[in-house]
């Protein structure tokens, strides 16, 4: 401890006595003098540089700038006391940033303490590169640091460090970590059965899950069911209770997590996370006097809550989320009222009807008046999002009024969302016109460029506008404080439309040219430039002011400003030609109506709010914005995707973004027609991410296990020396049960058991577990997961699971399901006749699939007849005794159950020859792919050597 | 992400600075600017502050438009600040400030900004257990001070091994233990030598 070394202490002391601040810097000034010194005559003993070093940092923390001591801190590190190594750690990593040229030579030091084996030394060394890691140390050290994350001989501090570590390093250097195929290890850390090392590697997981959607898509049934077991089954060490609260930090970063997937579709992940996610809901309803128990359980609830809207905006989760977030934006405490109002702006951005938030309007208008600006930011967030067609006047018309009494450090943003608002959701014209004028009056310093430029591109564009524009705008400038900003929308609307209002009274061209020309004394040379322009366009259609305004430009061609000289002088002689020359009515065309294009206003606030890295999971504004930002974060993230999906999804964005940006009136419904389409983005977005079945585990015992499955119901799907993995399953219609049984064969746990159902297509078919399987399996124990599929429709690709476990070292194997569409077949009774009816009405082909291969015999050089009859009826087929003419042939019917498509029927007809030791099977079916499936797969089955 | 941690106190001195990004100006400046945002909000406000004049001091081209924010909390002459993105959730840092004043708590017995300033160095390795490279460590009161509590016995042991009349090379940590008993200090000790 620093105040071991009494040099130090005496230093503290002396520059706390100091009284005033020139005192303190001449203390600070002596002592470094004495230091460099020191330093520079060299030979101290470690203890001396220890002392020195320590004063260095402490005046660091003071604020002052110091630039000795940085080789002595190198130097320290690799000193064998831990006292001296601990303070050479403490200043490199406060002194030192990571572009330092010193920190090259610190890598083999870490190296050397990571190494060793020595936790205390390995958590000096991690911690150091958590905090000033390069690139370099990145490259040298990643591998170290991941030994440390997954050895199991690592203590768990040890380990919840190097988690963090290798977070740091993937943030600087993303390459380095191989995140992609360390992904089921680390993940299965999440299983661990310490907090603190759960917590850490949920840091590490959220950052690279970003990054690896599917990679990491196993975390998204781990973290639910650790939130499971911590909320529902309490099950964590007290230590991690805080204030009775299970590790909120974790939870919340739990939360966080699933909110970066898409919502799950299994219906058994569903339940269980909206039950824990109730349990928070009802845990807050509970509040005990104990700030810090408030606070903690608070953090949870909003964050369930965010989850609960990412899931499904219409559960009734939501519906009793929004009711408690009304009482939240009235509550006493500031800090709930804060959140409050910012989960209530995510939901007003999710959610598809805002009627829940409309009723509480008025309180969060109130909101605008709190008197914390925090909780003004957040209302104003909130009255952005929640803004649509109904209430875009009066939301526009409060903040509008507010804007005049706002914090300056608000008005900018405030000015942005105003004007949006205003394009997006205006109701008529007029209304439009009126608030963006108002707007610039009211917060004229405030307005950027882009509000005004828009402002002309859309009067340009819209014929009916531009009378009434011309009118308002001169009616403005008539008021003796009308801002630059103001000034420039004048000079370029009355220009070009003046003189459709020339007629109405005290709207004279002399009077225009007045009012105009009396602002013109107060304005920036770029503005008189504009006004200059506007004059000339007045030569043209008003002659009657002709001579005013050559006045004016005669003065202008003797200024000093050279851009307004010339076009001064251009302007004189263009208006100084004779009254029939037709140039000036050339050069003085109306201004064509500008390309539709978006709205820069939507792009500044873009980038004034930042996309913020993903890191939050929505943003403020209509549910648009948000739909829109997925997908572009979708893309990013699945560069794999087929070409012409993307491309759709761009068409998408792109109407969107037109839509927006043109203020499209002409239909009465503008602003909700915004999203084209949105149900095509919806269904792209809602398509959950299948994780990419992992490659199959391959093996000669597997292919014959699995082939016995096809036709039977129960069997071994898998052994090796660890576990044996068995099934059992029984279908009904369109739905089967299949129980699969999980045996550990080893006298120790297998830990961070994780069982991944793939399925190719849910569409048509669905396979999910009835509930979490468990996360470990006890020596020589079973375990059985029970897993329930559906038959939507057809389907030819198998799904397959993926087992995973630690056991020593992370073993996993992907294996075939033998879920064939067979096996949704079910038995149908034919007399010869009803089939041959069936038979001839369903056809040839392509109704018909047909193939002929050869068979072979039995070793008496017979028909296999038993055989063909069980792989047959193995297929589910009801093999129809006496139909067929010839004893030989087999004939078979069936129908399939699929739950979308209805049933399908199928029919068979197997006619082996002994004598050519060849065999035609015929398959016929109202379906085309059932036909062939069913073709294939029997024959098939019938080719392979008898086992 | 937490980029920052600052103690400072009610009248803007810094006790304690430490910066998971690197600062784009003085650290100084940095403080001071928080201090007049902080100490002019009554005690009523909320503890959370939107803080887009940070943006210069803190943002990286790497990190362009991230929406920084001040969380903060008050215990007695000291100023907790924790400027954070936002990807943190503002009651869990606010629950974290508490765990590392709790933690401050337990190794100085009833801490007082004079422990900051006397044992700096400590106050450093505390906030290390809780947050590291700018992202939560430890959150258990208990956890930390028993990581604390290791460190301050490696550190005694080198202590006492820089002092002639103490026996052995003290640098040679055993595993596990704890305490120490002096039969298991000669054991290690033995065990020490004996690798070399």
């Not at chain 2, 001195?13 to 100006?25: A, E, G, W």
Request: glycine share 4%; charged share 20%.
């Amino acid at each position: 401890m620093a105040t071991n070394m009494r040099g130090l202490t005496q230093f503290i002391a002396d520059i706390r006595g100091a009284r005033v601040r020139e005192l303190e810097e001449k203390r600070i000034n002596k002592e470094m003098a004495n230091i460099r010194k020191k330093f520079k005559d060299g030979n101290l003993d470690g203890y001396q540089k220890k002392k020195y070093v320590a004063k260095i940092i402490f005046t660091y923390i003071l604020g002052y700038k110091v630039d000795v001591g940085h080789m002595e801190a190198v130097n320290l590190i690799s000193s064998p006391k831990y006292s001296e190594k601990q303070i050479g750690y403490l200043a490199v990593t406060l002194l030192m940033h990571e572009n330092s040229d010193l920190l090259r030579l610190v890598v083999n030091s870490i190296r050397k303490d990571l190494d060793e084996n020595n936790e205390v030394n390995n958590c000096l060394a991690l911690h150091a590169i958590a905090n000033v890691g390069s690139n370099e140390m990145a490259e040298a050290l990643a591998e170290d640091v991941h030994r440390l994350l997954i050895s199991p001989t690592s203590q768990n501090f040890v380990r919840k460090k190097a988690a963090l570590t290798l977070l740091r390093m993937y943030r600087k250097h993303p390459d380095v970590i191989p995140a992609a195929e360390w992904a089921l290890r680390i993940v299965s850390i999440m299983d661990d059965a310490d907090l603190g090392v759960v917590v850490s590697v949920t840091s590490l997981i959220m950052a690279l899950a970003q990054d690896h959607l599917e990679a990491y898509a196993v975390c998204y049934q781990k973290s639910i069911d650790r939130l499971h077991r911590l909320v529902v089954d309490h099950e964590y060490t007290a230590q991690y209770a805080y204030y009775r609260v299970p590790s909120p930090w974790l939870q919340v970063k739990l939360f966080r997590l699933l909110q970066y997937y898409p919502p799950t579709e299994d219906p058994t992940l569903r339940s269980v996370i909206n039950n824990v996610i109730q349990t928070v809901m009802n845990n807050s309803m509970e509040t005990s006097r104990n700030v810090q128990h408030n606070n903690a359980q608070n953090a949870v609830l909003f964050e369930a809550i965010a989850l609960a809207i990412h899931l499904d905006t219409n559960s009734s989760l939501v519906t009793n989320a929004a009711v408690l977030l009304a009482r939240f934006i009235s509550s006493k405490e500031t800090n709930v009222r804060y959140l409050g109002l910012d989960t209530m702006a995510h939901l007003a951005g999710r959610t598809e009807s805002l009627d829940a938030i409309k009723k509480h309007q008025t309180t969060i208008i109130q909101s605008l008046r709190d008197k914390d600006i925090s909780v003004r930011r957040r209302a104003l967030d909130l009255l952005f999002s929640m803004c649509d067609l109904d209430n875009s006047e009066l939301i526009v018309g409060e903040l509008l009024r507010y804007l005049k009494v706002a914090d300056y450090a608000l008005r900018e943003e405030m000015v942005l969302k105003i004007a949006i608002l205003t394009e997006k959701y205006a109701t008529s014209y007029k209304w439009y016109v009126d608030t963006i004028l108002e707007l610039i009056a009211a917060a004229g310093d405030h307005v950027g460029e882009e509000v005004w430029y828009r402002v002309i591109q859309i009067v340009t564009n819209t014929m009916d506008l531009q009378a009434y524009a011309a009118r308002v705008t001169l009616e403005y400038l008539k008021t003796p404080t009308a801002h630059e900003s103001l000034v420039k929308v004048g000079g370029y609307v009355l220009g070009e439309y003046g003189h459709l209002i020339a007629n109405e009274p005290g709207s004279s061209p002399i009077e225009q040219f007045q009012v105009l020309h009396t602002k013109s004394q107060f304005c920036l040379a770029a503005t008189r430039a504009l006004l200059l322009s506007t004059y000339i366009k007045w030569v043209n259609v008003f002659p009657e002011i002709k001579h005013h305004l050559l006045n004016v430009f005669d003065r202008y061609r003797h200024v000093l400003d050279v851009d307004l000289q010339q076009r001064a002088c251009e302007y004189y002689a263009l208006a100084s030609r004779p009254e029939d020359d037709e140039l000036l009515q050339n050069v003085c065309e109306e201004i064509p109506p500008f390309p539709p294009r978006e709205s820069a206003l939507v792009h500044r606030l873009n980038r004034k709010l930042g996309d913020t890295e993903s890191k939050r999971t929505w943003v403020h504004g209509g549910k648009e914005a948000n739909l829109e930002r997925e997908l572009t974060q979708r893309k990013k993230i699945l560069p794999a995707e087929p070409a012409s999906r993307t491309t759709t999804g761009s068409a998408d964005v792109g109407n969107v973004m037109d839509s927006l940006a043109g203020l499209d009136l002409t239909s009465s419904s503008n602003g909700a027609a915004a999203a084209t389409d949105p149900s095509s983005i919806f269904a792209q977005l809602s398509k959950p991410i299948n994780p990419t079945a992992p490659r199959l585990t391959t093996g000669p015992n597997i292919d014959r296990w699995f082939e016995k499955l096809t036709t039977s119901a129960d069997g071994v799907l898998y052994e090796d020396v660890q576990v044996q993995i068995g099934i059992k399953s029984r279908y009904q219609g369109h739905l089967g049960q299949i129980a699969i049984y999980v045996g550990n064969k080893v006298p120790v746990p297998l830990t961070s058991f994780t069982a991944v159902v793939h399925v190719s297509d849910p569409d048509t078919l669905l396979a999910s577990f009835a509930k979490l399987p468990p996360s470990t399996i006890a020596p020589r124990a079973q375990t059985q997961l029970l897993l329930q599929v559906e038959c939507k429709k057809f389907f030819s690709a198998l799904p397959s699971i993926t087992i995973s476990f630690l056991a020593g070292a992370q073993q996993s194997v992907t294996l075939q399901l033998p879920i064939l569409v067979t096996k949704f077949f079910e038995h149908v009774s034919l007399g010869a006749a009803d089939f041959f009816e069936r038979w001839k009405l369903i056809g040839g082909p392509p109704r018909e699939s047909q193939l002929v291969f050869p068979i072979t015999l039995t070793e008496e050089g017979g028909l296999d007849q038993e055989r063909y009859r069980q792989v047959v009826s193995g297929h589910r087929l009801n093999l129809l005794d006496g139909v067929d003419p010839n004893p030989n042939n087999l004939v078979g019917a069936g129908i399939l159950h699929t739950s979308v498509d209805g049933k399908v029927g199928c029919l068979l007809r197997f006619e082996p020859n002994r004598d050519a030791q060849m065999c035609r099977i015929t398959v016929r079916s109202t379906s085309e792919d059932v036909a062939t499936e069913v073709q294939k797969l029997i024959s098939r089955a019938l080719s392979r050597a008898p086992s | 992400m937490i980029h920052a941690v600052l103690i400072f106190n009610t009248s803007g001195v810094s006790r304690l600075i430490k910066f998971y990004t690197t600062p784009q100006k003085s650290p100084q400046l940095l403080v001071e600017k928080i201090f007049s945002l902080v100490s002019s909000r009554s005690q009523a406000l909320c503890n959370f502050l939107d803080a887009p004049e940070l943006d210069s001091f803190l943002n990286h081209p790497s990190m362009a438009g991230e929406r920084l924010q001040i969380i903060y909390r008050n215990y007695a002459t000291l100023y907790f600040v924790f400027v954070v993105d936002s990807s943190e959730s503002e009651l869990g840092i606010l629950d974290l400030i508490q765990v590392f004043v709790e933690s401050l708590d337990r190794a100085f017995e009833n801490v007082c900004e004079l422990d900051l300033v006397f044992n700096f160095d400590e106050a450093h390795h505390i906030l290390s257990e809780v947050v590291q490279g700018g992202v939560v460590l430890e959150t258990s009161v208990d956890e930390i001070q028993t990581a604390i509590e290791q460190a301050s016995q490696a550190r005694q042991k080198s202590f006492s091994s820089s002092n002639p009349l103490a026996l052995g090379s003290g640098n040679k940590i055993s595993r596990n233990a704890v305490i120490q008993t002096p039969l298991g200090w000669l054991a290690g000790r033995f065990g020490a030598t004996g690798l070399r």
